[in-house]
């Protein structure tokens, strides 16, 4: 038997010796299969539990150390894109349903980017308060480290501004680091319009960090235009489908 390639051996399972009476001998090949069924039932539901288990958890990664963020340059020199969309729903609402959305469910994956499969707090700062830093995992068994560089908030509006380094994923290899801004405004008739920019600072001893200008505009077209854009559209338009169907009262 195979579960998710590994094998389990039944050659080693003690067969029933020969007994002339048929009857005496199909009964206990049948008790036998039903024992060996049922064990090999218990061994697949343990191996699914694990899996499972294994699948949600997120943990630092051997060897991992915990560095403080990379100083931030001049905004010059950052690459940035900016999405907006307008949520029909008052400020309060859509903040709460954020705040209740866990980050997996959140992010919205978008061609060969990993996806968000856990986190992991790496200091005792609740995450959303200035300071909070944190562990994410991504589904293709990288990690990142993320921390809130800023927040603020009164009745009709909020900014959250957080930056992102330490990146694992292939696809981030030229990123020394990212950082990233919300801004929600409440506009007349309950509705709140929301901008998301995100900005990159690109590693300067990396293609295409190391060619300034030029560098900064080939990542553009090339990525951030294009597959992280499709990602950040699809967050807004996920979040905003969840926060739509929230009763207007639903923030508490």
Known sequence: ???????????NIGRPSYIPNIVIYDGRTMKLTRKLNFLLLVV???LCAAFSVAAQSCAPPAGFIDMPHPALAATELLVSHTEEITVDQPLAVVLDNA????????????????GVSGEHPLNDIPFGTPGARRLVCLSDGTTLEEQVLEQERNQTF????YIVWNYGTKQARPIEYGIGEFRHTE????????VWTYSFKLKEHEFPGYLGALGRYLFRIGFLDRQ???????????????A??????AAK
Not at 99 to 114: E, F, N, Q, V
Not at 158 to 161: D, H, K, P, V, W
């Open 228 to 242: 992280y854009a499709a990602m950040m559209r699809g967050t807004l338009h996920a979040g905003k489908s969840t």
């Open 1 to 11: 038997m195979q579960v998710k390639g590994l094998t389990f051996p039944i050659d």
């Open 99 to 114: 705040s209740r959305t866990d980050l997996k469910d959140a992010i919205h994956k978008s061609g060969s980017l990993p």
């Open 44 to 46: 697949f539901g343990s």
């Open 158 to 161: 909020s900014r959250f501004r």
């Open 244 to 249: 739509e169907q929230q009763p207007s009262g």
């Open 187 to 194: 506009m007349p008739g309950l509705r709140t319009h929301i």
